[in-house]
Structure formats: structure tokens, C-alpha cells
């Protein structure tokens, strides 16, 4: 089983644009210590996936500062290895193939040099708005078991608060797990199978069809490539059931941070047999002081916490004052927070700076948001 | 390749600590953890590398395997070098026969080709059995200015300490006179911190001539001092006035710990301009429960707190249960204190399980001493574990109930 792994660092930015005018949606930071890419990336190198390039179209230099070699996904290799996957812009050439890619589709028409570079059998493809840990061995081995050109993952959603407003991908399938339809999502009532856009294909199937697309002027991946060639290629669906939460705005990412204190879901993402890496700081570990009160939060390394934190997510860096009470609320990495200052239902971005006395509060439906560096 | 370096580190890491007792039934002392997510030997390749002195032959001999694997190609202190970096130096076999490691200064003499292939002009030995942040380079700056054939940290004690340590007397440029290992009593508190930088071709000289006299230790304190001393080498002491603590015993251990806590902390270990690196698992971020106190302490990733801890260090993934207290205490990595049970004043080695209603240690005002135990000991439910108590294995537990 030979498989390369391919990621999409911008698709869906603009549902955070909060989060993501500086940053990719690959960059995102989430759960105290991770960035959103740290998920797919993880999945792919405890699946045994060593080979992964990174497709980015622009502000990705946070994403490239937090991959570094890759050496902390094990990923710094002679053979294979992480590769980020600049935007391929022609200088002297037409129009067309001077613009920035906008569809997954075109994504991947700017990465097929990659794609056929790669002597692996399988790609993997993924996005970075999904938080999941999938065993991918798993899905691949069901690909291979059906014969398929592509596999797609899907998961059930109940209703159309649980999908991106930007839309999403629904996908019947028959009894054998072979897709029969695929299409946009109508949001309509009762439970309906999406695509979480993690999907396994044929590397030369994919390479095929990219080419194919790319001389017809073709731009959408699902309806282009998947949903023409629905009864002649075999497109296989693979259910995934595990825990997934999928960032759709800032009030989900808000939503989808305070569902870590969920012992069931923290314990679906974070497990010993599959760890998820990220780049390391070496903080060294968080002290609490002598007045704090801490309940019900998740707190990252490097942290100094000398105040009251309630139901919070407080990343690396962070630093609590005295009599400063904090609750609901997210705190990016080195926010720093003085004395006596009250906080509820506010995302600080990193480098946040909160002096004393300040009162500030939002609401589980608008959290505050504070963007990086600002000093309140 | 070009290979020649100034200053090559040669870091004593074979002792077995055995005043550490259960802590180093199986480890050798600087792979004993510290501070929640850091090994003693952190800190002395943290400082190398910070110093700019990126190539280190670690001297291995007691208990490897856990040390071997922590260091592995050096990656977490940058210490994988193409040229350089971290190497083990295990006792081998060579023509003549195969020896261990007969003392500090024999482990240098039988890796002299070890250092002969960076072709470096100085040589730093360093022991992995303290904790301290310092730039090595400052003290070889000193070294070069004056022109020494050996220069030895030391730093001040108070008088009535002194005679634990190796003692210098020095004129009014620090160059030392006399040198007294554990000295009834002492002339000066200047103790030295087991730090030595030799200029190579001194080292060499010595160590050859040390080696061929069969009545020699083979020591640094005993044998390489006092003879360069004898023949009126250029030796001056260096002074250093930071932190510094030898954790070779389970008090001193505790104690290094604590230091770590409290609002101006004597070791600050969140030091942007100093960074200890150290090998990460990775682990989650820790949880902290509802109910869940946590005071004066310095908690690790992982961790899932639903209890009480005060003034504490905990490694990572530690799980304190609903209702269980850890005060006064050091938990290493991946220990589980179980619901209701009490721990105070004491040290658990990484993997020990404390079951349901167990009690370790008496509270501090009343404790005889601290009560250790092991690693990957199971205590089972409602055991007592007395205070000062040193538990090696789950056989010393009937004992106690």
C-alpha cells in the first residue's frame, strides 16, 4: 500500500474571515495548542502516510512558519516528506493561467505536476476546516477491498445548522456502499450523508480526470469530475461516525473549542494510540499560583495562571493576572491579561493584550472577537 | 569535511546515583525526570546548546537504555549535526582488552579519539547530575583571557556546607592555589560545580600520564586536579552566581521541584532567552474538572486534573481522580492517583498507580521523610504508604500493610 497525501490549506477561509486575515484556514489555531492542518496532517502520519504536499493560494506564511521541515510530524525526510505547494502562476502566459485558483478543482489542476510526480498507487485528500482523528488505514483498505476509483467520506448530519453556509456535498449510495448520486446539499429536512471532503483515489484515476477537466474548462470538482463519471467509475462511499466537528464560522469555532471540555469528544480527538502532532514550543509546563481557581478549562503549556478561569480555553503562552476572572472564552497563545480584568464569551487572537480593570463580555451566540496583537 | 570544532563538550552521564535509590533502580540519574517534562540531563545539553557548543559525547555506562532512547539523534536540542551534535559513548571493547569506565577521568581518557576528531583547542566536562541554566561560553571566554591551562566553575556555599563539596582556594585572580575534596575544614566556601574546561593539549598530557599510574582513581577531584595543582599549571576558578543545585539525593530532588513554584520562582524555567528543551510526547493539553483545585502548582500537558493538587509538580499525563489530594509533591509522568487517595510529601517515580483510598506520605510538618516510590507500581486500594517510606518494588508494599 503505497499512498501520497494532498491538503488544501485555503479552502473555506472565508467562512472565519475573522481568524483568517492573517492566516490560512490551514492555520487556524484550535485546542489550545494546535493549528487546524495538525489534524489531516496527523491522521495521514499515524496511517503511514509520508508523502504530503500542502496546496496554499495566499497569506500562507503562518502555515509555512508552523511546518517548518515537518520534523515535528516526523515529516522531515529524505524520501517524501512534507512539500507546501506554492500557487503555480505563469508569468508570460494568458490570462487564465495567471489567475489564482478559486475551486477545489482548479487547486488541483495548479498541483498535477505534483501529482504526477508521486510513484505512489493511492492520494488522500483532505481540508482543513474538519477536526477529526479518522483512522485512514481504514478507508483505504475499503477502497482497495471495493475496487474503487474513489472513495469519499461521509458522515450523517441532522440538520442544515451542522454545514457550512458555503454549502456541502450530499452523497446517496446503495447497499454495497457504491455512490449513486452526488450533489449539493438542500438543506433539507432530516438526516442527510455529506461529504467531509477527506477522500482516497487512484492516483492515475485522479490524474485522469484533473487533465481531462482541465481540457474541457470544467472547475468543479464534485460535479465535474465525481458526479459525470457516477455510473461508469466506481465511487465508493465510506461512513465515518467518530467524533467530527467541522469550523463553518466564528461562532462554530467557538462552538467547536468549547466542545473539547466534553470528556467524549476530547477523548475522540486526543488519543495515545493516534496522538496529534503539532509544532513544538517548548514551553516549559503551565504554574498555577498561590490565588488561582481553575475549573472546567483546557490549558495548554507555558502558561501563568494567577486568576479565576471558568469553562475557558487557554493556549500556550497565556498569561492570567491577579483577581482577573475569566469565563467561557478563548484565549490564543501569549495573551497576556493583567489584574482585576473580567472577561465572558471573548476569542482573544495571539498576542492579545488586556491591561488591568478591563470588563469585556460577549455572548455564547456572538463571541467578542479580538483581533491579533490589539491591546484593550 | 571540515570537522574542527573550538570547545567540545564530554558530559559524564554513567553514574548511577544510588542515593537516589528507587528513582534509579533503572535509569541512570540524568535520565531522572525534573520539573514535570524534563530529564537532569536537559539541562546541561540545553546549555551546550544555548552556549554555542554543539558537539557532545555523552559518557554512558549504568543503565543506558532509557537515556539511549531519550536522546536519541539529539533532535530535541537541535543536536543533530551533520557534523557534531550528540553522540553516545558507551565502555568498549578495544585490542587490548574491553574496560568500563573506572572514573570520570578514565571515561574521558578512553574516548580521547573521540575528541581528537573535532580537532577542538578546548574541552568542557560537564556532569549530568545538576540543574542550572549557564553559558558555558562566558566561562570559556574567561578561560581564553587568562590564558589557562584549566579553569573550574565554582560557586559559593556557606561555610558550614562546605565540606560536602570539592573546595578551592584562590588568590585575588582567582587563580587557584589549593584544592581540597570534602575538606574537614574548609579554607573557603568556593565549591566547585564539577564544571571543567581544559585546553585540549593539557588534557591529553594528564589523562595519558594519569592513566599509566596503576595507583590513580582515575578522578578529576582525586587525580587531574591535584597533579596539574602539583606541577603548577595554570588553573583559575570561574565564578558562577545563579542557580545550581545537585539532585543526587531525594531531598535535594524534592527541594529543586519546589524551587519551580511560588510567584518569583528561585528557577525560572519560562525563560524566552534560555530555553530547556526537552524530548515531548504528544500529548494533549490538560484538563482541569469542575471540581477540580489546583494551587501553587506547575502542571504538564496531558494531565486531567478532577481533583486537588497544592504546591506540586506533575509530569505529563498524570490523572488526578475525583476527590484525591497531591500535596507537597512530585508525580513524574503517567502516574494515576485514584479517587479519595491522599498523597503528600512524596516522590512517584513515572507509571505508578495509586488506587482508590490509598495514603502516601504524612503531611509535610509531620513526615520522618518523603515517601517514594518506584516506576510502574501499582499500589492497590486503601494501601498506606508511610512516610519516608522508599518503595522498589510491589513487594515492599505487603510489608508496609
Known sequence: ?376 | MFKKKECVAMLLAGGQGSRLYALTEKTAKPAVSFGGKYRIIDFPLSNCINSGVDTVGVLTQYQPLVLNDYIGNGLPWDLDRAVGGVKILPPYQGKKGADWYKGTANAIYQNLQFIDMYSPDYVIILSGDHIYKMDYNKMLKAHKKMNADCTIAVIDVPIEEASRFGIMSVDENDRIFKFAEKPKNPDSTKASMGIYIFSKECLFKYLIADAADPNSSNDFGKNIIPAMLANGEKMYAYSFNDYWKDVGTIDSLWEANMDLLGEEPALNLNDEAWRIYSRHTAHSPQYVGADASIVNSSITEGCDIYGTVRNSVLGSGVVVMPGAEVIDSVIMADCVIGEGACVSYAILDSDVKVGNGCTVGKSREKAKGIAVVGTGISIPDGTTVEDGAMIYDSSDLVKEA
Not at chain 1, 24 to 31: Q, R
Request: glycine letters at 6%.
Open chain 1, 1 to 376: 500500500m503505497s499512498v501520497a497525501g494532498l491538503i488544501f490549506s485555503n479552502i473555506h477561509n472565508s467562512a472565519i474571515p475573522e481568524l483568517t486575515s492573517v492566516r490560512t484556514m490551514a492555520s487556524v489555531p484550535y485546542g489550545c495548542r494546535y493549528r487546524l492542518v495538525d489534524f489531516p496532517l496527523s491522521n495521514m502520519v499515524n496511517s503511514g502516510i509520508t508523502k504530503i504536499g500542502i496546496i496554499t493560494h495566499n497569506n500562507y506564511q503562518s502555515l509555512m512558519d508552523h511546518i517548518g521541515t515537518g520534523k515535528d510530524w516526523d515529516l522531515a525526510r529524505r524520501s517524501g516528506g512534507i512539500r507546501i505547494l506554492p500557487p503555480f502562476i505563469a508569468a508570460y502566459s494568458n490570462a487564465s493561467a495567471a489567475k489564482l485558483y478559486s475551486t477545489r478543482l482548479e487547486a488541483l489542476m495548479g498541483v498535477t505536476n505534483f501529482i504526477s510526480k508521486c510513484t505512489e498507487e493511492y492520494i488522500v485528500l483532505s481540508d482543513c476546516d474538519g477536526i477529526c482523528n479518522i483512522d485512514l488505514t481504514k478507508v483505504i483498505d475499503d477502497h482497495i477491498k471495493k475496487n474503487a476509483d474513489v472513495t469519499i467520506v461521509t458522515r450523517t448530519v441532522k440538520s442544515a445548522k451542522e454545514v457550512s453556509p458555503e454549502g456541502a456535498t450530499e452523497v446517496k449510495c446503495d447497499e454495497n456502499g457504491m455512490a449513486t448520486e452526488v450533489s449539493a446539499y438542500l438543506k433539507h429536512e432530516g438526516d442527510a450523508e455529506i461529504s467531509t471532503n477527506i477522500l482516497v483515489a487512484n492516483r492515475l484515476f485522479l490524474l485522469n480526470a484533473v487533465n481531462d477537466a482541465s481540457a474541457h474548462g470544467y472547475n468543479h470538482f464534485y460535479k465535474d469530475i465525481i458526479a459525470r463519471r457516477i455510473n461508469r467509475a466506481r465511487i465508493n462511499c465510506y461512513h465515518y461516525d467518530g467524533i467530527y466537528l467541522q469550523v463553518t464560522s466564528l461562532e462554530s469555532y467557538f462552538d467547536c473549542s468549547m466542545k473539547l471540555l466534553d470528556p467524549e469528544v476530547r477523548h475522540g480527538l486526543f488519543t495515545k494510540d493516534s496522538p496529534i502532532y503539532t509544532k513544538l514550543r517548548n514551553s516549559a509546563p503551565t504554574v498555577y499560583s498561590e490565588d488561582s481557581k481553575i475549573t472546567n478549562s483546557y490549558v495548554a503549556d507555558g502558561c501563568v495562571i494567577e486568576g479565576t478561569v471558568e469553562n475557558s480555553i487557554i493556549f500556550r503562552g497565556v498569561h492570567v493576572g491577579k483577581g482577573t476572572v475569566i469565563k467561557n472564552s478563548i484565549l490564543l497563545q501569549d495573551t497576556f491579561i493583567g489584574h482585576n480584568a473580567s472577561l465572558n464569551c471573548v476569542i482573544t487572537d495571539k498576542n492579545v493584550v488586556i491591561r488591568n480593570n478591563r470588563i469585556l463580555s460577549g455572548h455564547e451566540s456572538m463571541p467578542f472577537f479580538i483581533s491579533k496583537g490589539a491591546m484593550v
